[in-house]
Structure formats: C-alpha cells, structure tokens
C-alpha cells in the first residue's frame, strides 16, 4: 500500500491501531517513536583463512522499544492492557498494531504493522503548577518485529 511521490511526506499526520483485528483507534497520539531495526553482524575468522580479515555473518534482527505519547484523556485503556500484562494474563498480553502515516488529505501511504507488542512500561504525565502545558502520558511497547506496506 505504499504510495511514492517525489516529495516527501510530512511526519505529521497518522494513526495508531491497536485493536487485534486493526477495525479501531484507541485515540490519537502526538508522537510515535523507535520504529527501528538492527541486524547484528558478528566477525568470524578461522586460524587458517588467507586473508588477515575476519568475515562478516548476519546474525538476529532488533526492534527497538516503540514509545507513543498522547495528552491524556481520562481513559483507562493503556492502563487497563498494561495491568493485565503485569498481572500475568497471557491471554491479552500481545496485540498486533499498525502505525499509518497519512498524506495531506488523510489517506493512508505507508503502514507500519507491528506485531505481538505488549506494553513494558508505562509513564505518567510530569505535573507542574507554574506551567501551561498538556498532560501527557507515554506507553512504552517492546515487540517481535514489523513490516512495512
């Protein structure tokens, strides 16, 4: 589903997925983080190889932990998933996700689906009486990796 254009799109506009069946969004975030992903290369070098290099082998692909922020609204939703995680309820421990980066008329261009990802950490909002700024809390999801349509 991936849509080129020669100019590139704006970082601005998407949506975050999280129901097993993607029919729905929890709510909007204003940032979404750690979308990336590292193949570890080990040296090998055998003692009777003719060159003084060691060879390079493809070893395990990383996700990075992904952070989504959002203000907060007075749902408990993250909550709620992140308690029953903590609690040991395998049964609703993983959910599959997609982040959708959208174009200017709110179409969808590119979709990061993320799968099997269960909350590991989840931050409340900083509060301070002298300041004028959104509440925002910050739900940290470990997963098993990520393709991209």
Request: proline fraction near 2%; charge should be negative; aromatic fraction near 10%.
């Amino acid at each position: 589903m991936a849509v080129f254009r020669e100019i590139p799109y704006g970082r601005f506009n998407f949506l975050v997925q999280i129901n097993d069946d993607g029919s729905g969004v929890i709510a909007g975030f204003s940032e979404v983080t750690g979308l990336d992903a590292n193949i570890c290369v080990t040296e090998y070098r055998a003692g009777n190889y003719r060159r003084n290099t060691p060879i390079k082998v493809t070893g395990l692909t990383h996700y990075t932990n992904i952070h989504l922020k959002r203000g907060i609204l007075g749902s408990l939703d993250l909550y709620e998933w992140f308690d029953k995680v903590s609690k040991g309820d395998i049964d609703d421990a993983t959910k599959d996700i997609s982040i959708i980066l959208l174009n200017e008329e709110r179409d969808e261009v590119l979709r990061w689906n993320i799968y099997r990802a269960r909350p590991v950490a989840l931050q409340g909002t900083r509060l301070e009486a002298e300041h004028c700024a959104v509440a925002i809390e910050e739900l940290v999801l470990a997963h098993e990796g990520f393709d991209l349509s």
